[in-house]
């Protein structure tokens, strides 16, 4: 019996001790992106390095190796990645890496809420950045990063400025709430910034 009693005052002594909750892991960044400077230069060395948009096509390649897209089909789209990153001042590789996300380069996507396109733009979004045919690469990439342009001017000046706009494009500006990091603790946003950052770090290391 005092054996009994003895494990069972054990097991009410270690109840008594605080329980750690587990926390999401922070997004695996890297190097910073480069996209706090609404100016920049299209010969910045960060849009003309030749070994781009061969990069950009191996990782649309890595991530979907059985997607029967031409070579030329994912040039073309890693072009416009590159022409587009640069017309907004935004570091190629966090802007392929959001499309990759958002579609897996493939620019027929279609979600069951009606997003569409390599961005997965809704309708009345996309209408907004002067879309018309949501599956045309050209028009598409351009809205998605004019689009993500301005999410990261929304946040301009905050430490997170890349986090609060990567947020904001999954949830929508008006859900994100920035500068106390309350909503990295999010579930799905702590996992959608880590894939978009592992994407990007991914094609920096080819």
């Known amino acids: 019996m005092k054996t009994a009693a003895a494990i069972i005052l054990l097991i009410a002594i270690i109840g008594m001790f605080p329980k750690h909750k587990k926390k999401h892991p922070e997004p695996a960044r890297g190097a910073p992106p480069i996209v706090q400077n609404r100016s920049c230069s299209p010969e910045d060395p960060m849009y003309t390095d030749e070994t781009l948009v061969g990069r ?4 649309a390649r890595a991530i979907r190796p059985r997607s029967g897209q031409s070579e030329e089909e994912l040039t073309f789209i890693a072009q416009n990645i590159v022409k587009y990153s640069a017309n907004y001042c935004i570091e190629p590789e966090l802007a392929a890496a959001l499309i990759a996300r958002e579609s ?5 996507a279609v979600s069951r809420s009606g997003a569409c396109g390599l961005g997965q ?7 907004n950045m002067g879309i018309s045919d949501c599956f045309d690469v050209d028009q598409n990439v351009n809205g998605t990063l004019r689009y993500f342009r301005g999410l990261l001017d929304r946040w301009s000046g905050y430490d997170d400025q890349t986090d609060c706009a990567l947020a904001s494009y999954l949830s929508g500006p008006g859900n994100v709430s920035c500068g106390k990091g309350a909503q990295w603790q999010n579930g799905s946003t702590s996992r ?4 978009i950052y592992s994407y990007r770090n991914k094609m920096k290391s080819y």
């Open 104 to 108: 897996g380069y493939y620019p027929r």
């Open 192 to 195: 959608y910034l880590q894939d």
């Open 121 to 127: 733009m809704i309708p009345s979004t996309a209408r």
């Open 56 to 59: 950009i096509v191996k990782h």
